[in-house]
């Protein structure tokens, strides 16, 4: 009687079945063209290289140890013993193993560190225990067969389906479901400016498979995967890429790379690539070499979204971000070259410029050093007064304005394309995992915890048991007090770093001081001629060599501070090193264009009154064209110099010579085997040749190191984000050749967005309005003019604002023994000049401050106040007025929203009817009797009556078969 | 043979619906004491009254509308229709109903707005059509059984337990499962501590069941409520009361009031209170009534849980916001009373109000208005010297900074207590829904269809029969074109009102120059003496009623100009509401205290060219103890002013007037029927008598209009807080009372956060630094202070203070008419004195600005840039610091996480374990066999082998019972 039913079922489960396990035979057995042909050579077909020795069964992830052949070894492995036991946030397998116990714990390894490095039988016996594991948890495993004496051995895993699909779902990764819908098609003029934009914008699209997709109207629903929902999940994309990483690095491989174990651990690359490209049937890496990794295609968009694939969302978002970053600073640059060549354009017609050059107003300035120095005409720094003027004019004031503008722009841009991307590659739902712990922090938690069992055991030999329950130890934790000492080296440290940076500036300066004081007194004339010129281009590029130095050790030093912290997870550790490594790479960076730009000529004193340093050398004044002109200089000398070099030698050259070295030193090794087999080198082989990948900190440091060329000083140097453009354009190629050609491939790392990447752009972004409006106001002239225009000018045009900045000094004040010694002009002087606003000699309080000097400074400071607010102001309104989240993709969630619940409550409803029918037709009279009779003294009101029979059979239905 | 499976299966599902039955049969019947009872007398039972006829079904909901008996009506019905139709968010029952059409359409609600108030007949058929789709949806109804000529009818709706557990599990709804762990116990001094505190505490906390749980180590797991997991969910709290809002009113029935088809709609209160609380067994209301709705629990915290159970998330929000803003005031409150206290003390030692006050430095002052006026001596100003001291000290800089970092504060804690609620409210998951549009959108997105469509006929008939396809109205929205008309209102209104606003403080500063200037004419000494007494008590007492107009005004205006922007929601236009009420109010409020601040004295000219207003009346001067304790008055009598009027008239009085209104109304309609049955007065009777509740905004509005004096000018009135602090502890239970009391029961409306405000508060918070900033700079003698001291004073002391800070005039440089007429000393006088830096007259550039005014006005913009730079820094400190979720709910949520995983594969292997055995028992080998061969066939590659047998049920059991 009940055939029917049990049959049904049979079938629906068959028929799920076959649809499933096709699922998992097609990438169980890594979509061969034809399958029949497994048979052929495996050196013709280059992705079998890619397999197990069966040719079927893909390599996943590659773990690489090297060993030498002694059977002797196992010493006592009982006694030292590294056990990994996973962190819970997965179980082994479906299989009855208990593991209750190894769940309560959040997350525990126990890393016996007795000798640093453990004997070879030891090392054995823990690779033994982690493959175990590694099996129990469903991979499969290849090992190697050959039996050499030493050399490197490599494990290959792979994944099945099985795994893939559980980790799936407790990922929640979201795949796409085969329901579509259409867009809302545009009409009218927009979707004719739309097809237009589309067209213009064809040749600027990389030519890559499914790129395309992204301006279709159809898009596709997605939803977290589930192993139940498979009959409507699309089966043309199983998952990206994304899976390989979370599902090997959790369970403590870094551990055991820290600890010696494993020598490296690497998921593989999806073949080789021809630098020629002309390979048919593209495999993703040659698809990014050709349209991405290359400077041909310099002026295409990147393919973002296959660098995702085959790279993982975090990188996948670095280049993003690199791209967004990189488009838009086209206007920054367009609108920069156009305020530099207004300053050009107006340079003939600037009234102070032409002024300082005007031979007829003849300004004797005083001389510029003690005793050597002789009297100048103010005409002979036309020169350097007219180049000023190219970057102090009005139009820096705009550009200014403009440019905090667009970091604001650029921020809110960004929160957009990455909402989009988070939308497009499907992590909208995403949480964040529990993370495992560093292995430094277990570490000393387990010295910590030995510790105290120690001390226990000396006061009391009873407690000694209650130690080992892990329920005791697993709520154990370190405190501040473990911290402490780490917070005060890392405070310490940096205030020493910072005295370091600053005693550098200073060193600089005092050779500048030295040898400009030593050149100006040298007979020869050439020598005195070329004083500022030779010490100005020496002095910067000691700074730049100062900087990259510093720059290597506060990398290393950030590291190891942050290390002395002992932070918990690696997302802890990361955020950390990077604050550190921001400040102190930032400080050093810009501590010498913060002393010219603010710091500079502002002390030197005044004629009569100079301040000496060492008490013989006077401080450096500005030139006569302003400060501006110099912190132009420096600035473009330290950006251009350190964007070269880093790209050159830092991330071409040094990699290049590290590879050298390990091909020496392996060669050195194992000379034979290399040369032994060269035909047979599988791509595990290739792969461990390259270089690992060590983080995208350095590529985010540099790129935020730049921004900040380009927004903070950018009123002195409107010409910043050009530079900063070009660079860009070769550094997104650079690195797409770095990690298409010569890195193994990173683990695939999930993440939403930059982290604190954005959080350091928006703070750099807020710096940059008060650092802007105090060069504007105190390091370019652009507020005395305006003061001078509008309260002292009698025509109320400029003429005359030159004597007006020069303050009168009568010489027969100069200090004993400061008067030039051989004058040219000294003889019938009185008087000299020079630029400061202070009291004739003939007032009342002579030297001092004057009136205009207060009246200067007031408005110099309402400067800064309105400009500081207006900026910010405006910079909020632009955050506001722009919302974070796109139109479109705000529209789109809401309809799939929508949709999806249809799409299961359709789904539902069908197989309640299904079921409906098919229990109706089958149960009998009499159960559906007792069935009610039991209803009705469970509930023996007359309520019961509405809860009625159809209205049961769609409860237990729904009950039993709700998500199948 | 298959008999087993099918009877395990059949128990199976019994035991679950026998579980599933028990609690529906507990939310339908109103968990009466005991059941069999029920047939007790109505009036006796109380809680009977919230029931429907049958005394067992509780009343949710009530709908009611005004009728009057007439049998003709029915008119053309088919013309004139309004037909709702859900918006889609969830079906209208699990009924085979083909809901297809439906959902296509995100929300269509198609009103036919043709005679503004439709015949009796129509709305008779709405009612009919919108209860019959109530039933649809699976709602119970109970008419009025009374037929009366006219009268209210009460249409009463009782939600049965399926549809609340279908809606719920549409919304996603958290429940406490029956799964609960240990929080970790804290140890040594922390719990001592930690204990301590909760002893302390214990007289604060009102005495509310479930409150203490807050405390208790056990927490409860919580889960999205689904009616498959029944049997993991913990039975002792159902849903609270946010059930009953989203239920009900999203389908349409804000357009049905709207056109009146509606009277009104509300859920039902708890039952009665009585006043005097002696009640046993009290209900929710009376609860809330005793322990917290009356002064007498002024000093306890809150029931806030209580309050969110009974009221919704959104008032429960706001209550708690409105208790950590009062608890956060208590600091501010002490620090404020300390440093006016500082004032007060050093009042005697202050060397500038001694000076002021020494009657031996005898200034002669120059005369405060033309000819009326003699000169004075300074020495009479004594009194304001000594009272401006008490707010201008150099405790007032501290504080205000202290009350910068409050703000910041402030928010960090709210934004703490919000996600702690948000967590104890299982509201984490929560997600936006859609909304229903408003009414007033739809209407006229209607009226532009139909304008189109007429268009479109007028073009083409044959296009026609395609617009009135839903897919293609569906799509249609109203763009800014059809907005347009409604910002040009909005931005013309509001500078309108900016204008008005302005004018406004503009006249009270005419009347208070004419006024005064009157009174100095006048020759009764009297009048003379108290000129500046009266004028200014007067003129602020004019400020505060046009403040008190106005803000009723502005309010209005808003809401209308809102409605002209036709926003689409009802969140929407709260938004845009509460933005432009907060701007129009704010700048009301707050426009007189600015003037005061910022301007007044500022552009009154010098002696001999003072400025005129009308060619008559001189601009007004500040006091001679300076603008700040103009600024304290004005800010302290406007402040305690608004409240105290705004307290006892508007919230008290008015209600009060309205309701007497509405009683008086409603006598005069149908004065029989109430005298007639007072007895049998149901609780919907009661409740319908109450006020409708009309929003937070106004609640939110005064207390933020509270939090800008409080933090705006704290500077200038350090008693401020304190002042907050007293009306907000009266104002909460004012507020508790009018809910418990005076208010129809709102809906319970979800919320997450308190939105906007959040937004509005910090924002004011960032406006605070720089009012501050300038308050103290420019309004305050701070600055010059400090200038003199360290810049001027030659003994480095305050000493000589007031006589730098006055200027000399020269009386003979008086213009012709403005000599003071009758002078007591003004023969002997050559010189008078007034309060600015300029030069003297003997200077070559009389009566100039001086170098000390420059010089100052640089410190004050200094300070400026100083104060604002530091405290914004250090508030992003404060907020950087203070982590936004507390790390123990951060613990918690964690905890929870591992552990709800735990329970649902727990759940999972129980069941595949107990299934695996049936499966195999029952399945013959046969079967297995055939299994086995199709397996085969379709994967036909040796890696079949390792998908066993074992596996394969695992998988299929999975896919049938996972989730069961």
Redesign the interface.
Known sequence: M??P??NY??RL??K???Q???E??EH??FQLPNVANNMMDMDQDPRKRLCFA?G??KVDYVLVYHYRKRSSVRGSPSQHRLSIISN?SY?LG?E?KDQEGG?DE?AEVVVDVGPPDPADGEKIMIREEFEGNLKDAGLEIEHDKENKAHGHAFIRLHA?W?VLSREAE?LKIKVPTKKSYEL?EEKGLAATMNEAWRKLNQPFQPKVPHQEQEHSRTKFLSHCFS??KLHLQSSQSLFPGILRCPLFCLTGITTLIANGVYDSAFPLHDGDFHPSGQAEGKNDRQLLHDEWARYGAFYKYQPVDLIRKYFGEKIGLYFAWLGVYTQLLIPASVVGIIVFFYGWATVETNIPSQEMCDEDQNFTMCPLCDRACDYWHLSTACGTARASHLFDNPATVFFAIFMSLWAAMFLEHWKRRQISLNYSWDLTGMEEE?EHPRPKYETILLQKRQRKKKNKKNKNEVVTLNVFLPSQTG?EKLTWRDRLPGYLINISSILFMFGMTCSAVFSVIIYRITISALMAMSPDPEVKSNVRVTVTATAVIINLVVILILDEIYGMVAAWLTELEIPKTETNFEERLILKAFLLKFMNAYAPIFYVAFFKGRFAGRPGDYVYVFNDYRMEECAPGGCLIELCIQLSIIMLGKQLIQNNIFEIGIPKLKKLCRTLKDKERAPKEIVEQPGRRQQWHLDYDLEPFDGLTPEYMEMIIQFGFVSLFVASFPLAPLFALLNNVIEIRLDAKKFVTELRRPDAIRAKDIGIWYNILSGLGKFSV?INAFVISFTSDFIPRLVYQYMYSETGTMHGFINHTLSYFNVSNFKPGTVPSISSLGKDITFCRYKDYREPPWSTEPYQF??QY??V??AR??F??LF??LVITMSMLVAWVIPDVPKNISEQL??E??LL??VF?NEE?EKL?LIQSLFSRDLTQE?QEE?KV??QT??S???TA??NHR??F???C???????
Not at 958 to 964: R, T
């Open positions: 009940h055939e039913q049990t079922e049979i489960h068959y799920l079945s076959v499933l396990k096709q998992k035979f169980d057995t069966d079927r069964r819970g179980p479906v009855e769940k959040p099945p099985q407790f809302r192993r139940d529990e709520h008060i004057s009136k207060w009246s400074l007031a400071l309402g800064v106040i500081q607010n809401k309809k929203k929508t619940v249809d409550l409803k009817q159960q069935l039991s209803d469970s509930l009101s007359s309520q509405q809860y209205d049961r769609t409860w237990i729904s009950v039993c078969l709700k998500d199948c």
